[in-house]
């Protein structure tokens, strides 16, 4: 199963999360710092300006989405009721299909809106 994994890229000038880290978009609920978006780790809670496509074939889609919740909750406050576990499986959903779309190893960015390939330096 395709994942984001934590990526620094360069001399990165917002990378405080760790090398390797699974990863979500900083969406739906916030922004890094004054950094604008970012992806946010799923373990640490820290910020990420890039990620990278990685294959994690031990990983399961219920393992991802509920640790996707967890995240959610622990680092945005959301309160846990079934509207918003609901709202956070479809987001995991949308992040796995993402990643699905991009060739392992790939270098992505979120720009705000959308998961894209990075120009990287």
């Known amino acids: 199963m395709k ?8 001399t990165e000038e917002m990378f405080d999360g760790v090398e390797g880290e699974l990863v979500r ?13 970012s992806f946010m780790g799923i373990a640490s809670g820290r910020a990420s300006r890039y990620a ?17 919740f967890d ?8 309160e846990v009721t079934n509207v ?5 499986m479809e987001s995991a959903e949308q992040v796995l299909a993402a ?3 991009l060739d392992e190893g790939t270098i992505v960015m979120y720009d ?10």
């Open 71 to 78: 995240a959610l909750v622990r680092d945005t406050g959301l």
């Open 25 to 37: 978009p900083s969406w739906p609920l916030q922004e890094s710092a004054s950094d604008g978006p």
């Open 84 to 88: 918003n576990q609901r709202r956070a």
């Open 112 to 121: 705000g809106w959308r998961i894209r390939a990075a120009a990287t330096r």
């Open 99 to 101: 990643a699905d779309a």
């Open 3 to 10: 994942v984001f994994v934590a990526v620094r890229v360069g």
């Open 52 to 68: 990278r496509v990685a294959d994690l074939g031990h990983l399961g889609h219920a393992p991802f989405r509920s640790v996707f």
